[in-house]
């Protein structure tokens, strides 16, 4: 019952920049991970980027250097910072979370996606 919202995606050109925010809702005691992953057409879902309490992150080897993810715990919320942006990085980005809506009561949810097209 945890809801993410995700927002920043639409149309940009390559080597561009675009920012996704993403924001988490609902019965929360904590949120231990949260990531962005995407789906080209005819492709399977791929990690894009996840960062963990205490700062960690991992990135997929297309995006290091380019992407930058960071979090705002406070506020419940996560970013990708996109820059340098290819035609391959167009695909529906979805925001992901883990964590725990009471002690011992973990939950796992997904946004509903936003679509990055990088195209001239």
């Known amino acids: 019952q945890v809801q993410l919202v995700e927002s920043g995606g639409g149309l940009v050109q390559p080597g561009g920049s675009l920012r996704l925010s993403c924001a988490a809702s609902?019965?929360?005691?904590?949120?231990?991970?949260m990531g962005w992953y995407r789906q080209a057409p005819g492709k399977q879902r791929e990690l894009v980027a996840t960062?963990?309490?205490?700062?960690?992150?991992n990135y997929a080897d297309s995006v290091k250097g380019r992407f930058t993810i960071s979090r705002d715990n406070a506020k419940n919320m996560v970013y990708l910072q996109m820059n340098s942006v290819k035609p391959e990085d167009t695909a529906v980005y979805y925001c992901?979370?883990?964590?725990?809506?009471?002690?011992?009561?973990?939950?796992?949810?997904w946004g509903q996606g936003t679509q990055v097209t990088v195209s001239s």
């Open positions: 992901k979370a883990d964590g725990y809506v009471a002690a011992l009561i973990p939950f796992g949810s």
């Open positions: 609902g019965s929360i005691f904590s949120i231990n991970r």
């Open positions: 960062t963990i309490t205490g700062g960690s992150t």
